[in-house]
């Protein structure tokens, strides 16, 4: 680790000791003109017991974020970029819920499939797809195990600047890379009332997300996959 | 005979092109904020500002650099027209002038908002049924 980013961490873990807001995770930004780092690995957990079942604050906040605001005809067409999910344990009774969305795996098969490159993983982990090259196949889709893509189906003019999306690519969670990029945790997460969300860089031992991973018992979804997802939940 | 046939139907083809060539007037390309500096000679930019875009959108996509002298989103916030907000719309705006003038497709704005300062309404998203 090269030593001005050691100083950025510094700086980054003395702010963390005045104790920002409450359910605002401070990562490091990237700067002007430096690229995502593999030095860093983003991740998310879930708290699945703070989750609450009549609580969609998180998809709220991401359509507001990333734009997702244009009238649908048909909603089964619509993006759905995290969505929430009700279980119930038909042995036992008990319920929770937790939202779901692109798991950023380590090996994503969505990337395995992609024929013309469009699909990629970011050094950083975090899943994208380049809307210059996707051609809307939509194999993508059909690979993903947690259903987490969506195919814009109609002409769109209600982009937000940050966030260029568009008729016939496939888009998905971006773990909100414009937010990511200047050091904010993706919308969702600070948007939790319950402070369920918790994201951060897994490489960093140092981080709130790391220390977390390492005390509570956590599982990834369809862990038999052997995808590496980078979010994780707790309580399912 | 043939060959003065043919002779004749390439001038009569010729012709109505020649008149036009020089009565089609060149794009009137109004620039909003005069006083400010582009991030490279006009000259320049007319030429190669597609190649100059597509090297960065790679670089800020796919290695997440951010920050670069050279954004898409910085052209429309000093070129969007001061009358729609906008660098699309009709032939006085910015990037439709002289595209419409070349007959070049502007594929940018399917994806990329065109309007300067744009937030979306936070209008609420029905979840779907899709749960
Ligand atoms: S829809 Fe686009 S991103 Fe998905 S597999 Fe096809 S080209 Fe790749």
Redesign the pocket.
Request: hydrophobic share 35%.
């Given at each position: 680790m090269s030593a001005p980013e050691n100083k950025r961490r510094a700086f980054l873990a003395a702010v963390g000791a005045v104790a920002v807001a409450p359910g605002i995770s401070l990562i490091a930004p990237s700067q002007a003109g430096t690229a995502a780092s593999s030095a860093v690995r983003f991740g998310m957990l879930v708290d699945t017991t703070k989750c609450s079942p009549g609580c969609d604050a998180c998809v709220k906040a991401c359509a507001a974020e990333n734009g997702l605001v244009e009238p649908i005809a048909d909603l089964r067409q619509g993006s759905q970029w995290i969505r929430k999910i009700d279980l119930v344990d038909t042995a036992t009774g008990r319920q929770h819920s937790l939202p779901m969305m692109c798991q950023h795996c380590a090996k994503p098969p969505?990337v395995d499939?992609?024929?013309?490159?469009?699909?990629f993983k970011r050094a950083d982990g975090i899943v994208l797809?380049?809307?210059h090259?996707?051609?809307?196949?939509?194999?993508?889709?059909m690979?993903c195990p947690y259903k987490a893509?969506s195919?814009v189906h109609q002409p769109l003019t209600t982009q937000n600047p940050e966030v260029p999306r568009g008729l016939g690519?496939?888009e998905a969670c971006t773990f909100c890379v414009q937010r990511t990029d200047r050091g904010l945790a993706p919308a969702c997460a600070d948007a939790c009332p319950q402070g369920a969300m918790l994201f951060g860089d897994l490489n960093d031992p140092q981080s709130a997300i790391a220390k977390r991973l390492k005390e509570v018992a956590t599982t990834q979804v369809r862990a038999d996959l052997k995808l590496g997802t980078g979010v994780r939940y707790q309580g399912i | 005979m043939a060959r003065v046939l043919t002779l004749l139907a390439s001038l009569v083809l010729a012709l109505p092109f020649q008149v036009h060539a020089g009565e089609v007037a060149k794009p009137a390309v109004k620039i909003e904020n005069p006083d400010t500096q582009c991030v490279a000679p006009a000259e320049e930019m007319r030429r190669n500002h597609m190649e100059v875009l597509q090297h960065q959108r790679n670089r800020t996509l796919r290695l997440g650099e951010r920050g670069a002298k050279v954004s898409l989103n910085g052209c429309i916030e000093c070129h969007a027209s001061k009358t729609n907000g906008s660098v699309i719309g009709g032939k006085d705006n910015f990037c439709e002038a002289c595209h419409a003038y070349a007959a070049v497709k502007l594929d940018c704005w399917d994806c990329h908002q065109p309007k300067a300062g744009y937030k979306a309404a936070a209008v609420a998203q029905p979840s779907g049924e899709n749960k």
């Open positions: 969505c499939v992609c024929p013309t490159g469009a699909s797809v380049d809307r090259i996707c051609i809307g196949c939509r194999y993508c889709m690979a893509r195919f690519c496939v | -």
